[in-house]
């Protein structure tokens, strides 16, 4: 008898035991194993991008528009992919070089059902079809216009192109992820909705790629304060100091002439929003950008200093400047016009370069921005040389002069408001200027209103 239930014993014991490491096994790789497209292991045993930031994936209640995971292989020498989206065509991974779309391996997950592997151009929006090299155990099921899939990619290829990045070790890239309702021939075409990580990730080792909004948004308030402060305050405050001096000669505003009143009010603000977006920026980054982040950001990051770094100067100069009287005087006119002319200048290249069309600094942010700011630099020029041609055309077709300069130390100090050291301009008939003035306001508070809207709404 005793005998007998030793027997029994040992029979399930051997049935038990193996189940119990098995169960045990499973559970520590459960997202691998039964449900990838779970939010279970995020953070911990890999590495999870979500869209939402807080869905749940398959394992909760808040549905994600688009999930993709990854985690090392045991010998650490390839690593899993997992996606899933709401897509007619596609859903794809990007690991990037850059905060965009340009120079980029993409692997994309097809409603056709296979796994395509392309690269984006570093210039351009050129999406080039690539062979799939080092991709196994692919996976894609496509239902209810939702595509879920997995993958295994070696981290690195020895006879693999310049296309095929190195995710091994200490490389670490931009994680994207985008999601198309068509295909060309069964490749991925302009995506639908695309989500970019704040910061590069490593692919070769779990963690968590967390949506940064915060420092998305300190960007989107550096990009408005420096907007508001080059074209919507700068750009009409120099004009005012250059051109309209006398078109309230005969109006005071807070103990001054109008034109000097306004040029103080505008490049002061200036001055406080630049060295804000300033300040901001390098709280969001933690870092001057290098060279290898790329030649535009670097450009950006030089431009900006610089830009900063006149304003700064520019107003140190406006405290001490010399009495109008003053032998000096001519000096501190010349270096006062050059540093605001040169700021000016390089305040909207380095606005411009933000906003290219190619990689801009904020993602998915709307093209038309970088085209509305490149017509307001045309119709800023074009409105200047009006403004310095017309006179002489009037005054030639005339025969009588239209302006009378009056000597430069005629103007009580600027201390008082009054004039900055400039022969004044009196203009007889100053009504086409006062339509040209009007009509430039209007276009600066327009162009204003519309960049900044467009970094506002520049999607997270």
Not at 264 to 272: A, E, N, W
Request: a negative charge; aromatic letters at 12%.
């Amino acid at each position: 008898m005793l005998k007998i239930v030793a027997m029994e014993l040992l029979f399930l014991m051997i049935l038990v035991v193996p189940a119990l490491v098995d169960s045990e096994s499973t559970s520590i790789d459960l997202y691998s194993e039964s449900d990838p497209y779970s939010d279970e292991g995020c953070g911990t045993a890999r590495t999870c991008f979500r869209k939402p930031s807080d869905c749940t994936g398959t394992s909760g209640n808040k549905t994600c528009e688009m999930f993709t995971s990854w985690w090392p292989t045991d010998d650490g020498s390839e690593t899993n992919f997992a996606l899933f989206g709401a897509a007619k065509g596609y859903i794809a991974v990007g690991i990037s070089r850059s905060t965009g779309m340009p120079d980029t391996d993409v692997y994309a997950c097809t409603s056709e059902l296979e796994v395509k592997r392309s690269y984006n151009k570093p210039t351009g929006h050129e999406n080039i079809p690539k062979s799939l090299i080092g991709v196994t155990d692919q996976s894609v099921l496509y239902e209810d216009n939702f595509i879920k899939c997995q993958f295994v990619r070696q981290q690195s290829l020895e006879d693999g192109d310049g296309t095929f990045f190195d995710i091994s070790g200490n490389y670490t890239y931009y994680s994207l992820m985008a999601i198309g309702d068509n295909l060309n021939n069964g490749n991925v075409t302009m995506h639908r909705v695309r989500e970019g990580s704040a910061d590069k990730v490593s692919f070769s080792a779990a963690g968590d790629v967390e949506n940064d909004y915060t420092k998305l948004r300190l960007k989107k308030a550096h990009g408005a304060m420096m907007t508001i402060a080059w074209i919507g305050l700068a750009a009409p405050g120099i004009s005012v100091a250059r051109y309209f001096k006398p078109l309230w000669s005969n109006r005071n505003l807070c103990g001054g002439k109008v034109w000097f009143a306004i040029h103080r009010f505008s490049l002061v603000t200036t001055f406080v929003l630049t060295c804000a977006a300033f300040v901001t920026i390098f709280v969001a980054e933690k870092k001057f950008l290098l060279p290898e982040e790329g030649a535009a950001k670097f450009l950006h990051n030089i431009f900006g200093c610089i830009v900063t770094a006149l304003s700064i100067v520019n107003v140190i100069m406006a405290i001490f400047r010399p009495h109008p009287d003053a032998p000096k005087r001519k000096y501190y006119n010349w270096s006062h016009r050059a540093a605001g002319m040169t700021a000016l200048v390089l305040s909207a290249v380095t606005i411009l370069i933000a906003l290219n069309t190619n990689d801009p600094f904020l993602p998915n942010l709307s093209v038309t921005a970088f085209w509305v700011v490149i017509a307001f630099v045309v119709y800023h020029i074009i409105t200047w040389l009006l403004y310095e041609l017309l006179p002489k055309v009037i005054d030639s077709r005339k025969g009588s002069p239209l302006i009378v300069r009056v000597p430069e130390n005629d103007d009580l100090p600027m201390s008082e408001g009054k004039n900055i050291g400039q022969d004044e301009v009196v203009d007889e008939n100053p009504f086409y200027k006062r339509v040209m003035h009007y009509l430039y306001t209007v276009v600066v508070i327009a162009v204003t209103v519309w960049v900044v809207a467009m970094v506002a709404l520049s999607k997270e």
